[in-house]
T-cell receptor
Framework: AQSVAQPEDQVNVAEGNPLTVKCTYSVSGNPYLFWYVQYPNRGLQFLLKYITGDNLVKGSYGFEAEFNKSQTSFHLKKPSALVSDSALYFC??????????????FGAGTRLFVKA | EAQVTQNPRYLITVTGKKLTVTCSQN?????MSWYRQDPGLGLRQIYYSMNVEVTDKGDVPEGYKVSRKEKRNFPLILESPSPNQTSLYFC??????????FGSGTRLTVV
């Protein structure tokens, strides 16, 4: 069965410093990996995805993520954090489901606080 | 504007009174899904659909039903709601291999 782990409930970082939000996954085949962000009182927004190809993928708002197959990880990164990046971040993995479809499983979420 | 529309945004109901949360997308996406969000548990998948008349259970399907009679619509039905179904619900759609577009969410309270 597929699973996603976000080992940190909360990450604190100072504005201007690099940030990393961690994600590890488990799937039976090749994964589709995603990051989403949820701002306070707003819906969920897609940030970036990894399907195949280059292990470093770039997404919205200056975020990027590194796929590491040997460590089954897909950590979210940003070189310089902004206060406005403070939000709840979700990692997700898509694997093949029951009727030939694709279940998408989300992690429990990591809350990012960026201090000015 | 490309979007997923959920209704209602807020709903308070009583135990046992059947309700339907509607979801519609205007992007011709094949893949649609329902999630519930609870504190500390992240998003848990209730049901998903790969195409018209093709649905499958997610991780927490008990107490819910769905249908996919048209490509654009994917309603979530609670035949007999219970207080443990109090939650924030999200509908989402995507094409294969793409990220989800989410609806704005439905906050359901069952008393």
């Amino acid at each position: 069965a597929q699973s996603v782990a976000q080992p940190e409930d909360q990450v604190n970082v100072a504005e201007g410093n690099p940030l990393t939000v961690k994600c590890t996954y488990s799937v039976s085949g090749n994964p589709y990996l995603f990051w989403y962000v949820q701002y306070p009182n707003r819906g969920l927004q897609f940030l970036l995805k990894y399907i195949t190809g280059d292990n470093l993928v770039k997404g919205s708002y200056g975020f990027e993520a590194e796929f590491n197959k040997s460590q089954t990880s897909f950590h979210l990164k940003k070189p310089s954090a902004l206060v406005s990046d403070s939000a709840l971040y979700f990692c997700a993995v898509r694997d093949r489901g029951g009727t030939g479809g694709f279940k998408t499983i989300f992690g429990a979420g990591t809350r990012l606080f960026v201090k000015a | 504007e490309a979007q997923v529309t959920q209704n209602p945004r807020y709903l308070i109901t009583v135990t046992g009174k059947k309700l339907t949360v509607t979801c519609s997308q205007n992007m011709n996406h094949e893949y649609m899904s329902w999630y519930r969000q609870d504190p500390g548990l992240g998003l848990r998948q209730i049901y998903y659909s790969m195409n018209v008349e093709v649905t499958d259970k997610g991780d927490v399907p008990e107490g819910y039903k769905v249908s996919r009679k048209e490509k654009r619509n994917f309603p979530l039905i609670l035949e007999s709601p219970s207080p443990n179904q109090t939650s924030l619900y999200f509908c989402a759609s995507s094409q294969h291999g793409e990220g989800y577009t989410f609806g704005s969410g439905t906050r359901l309270t069952v008393v």
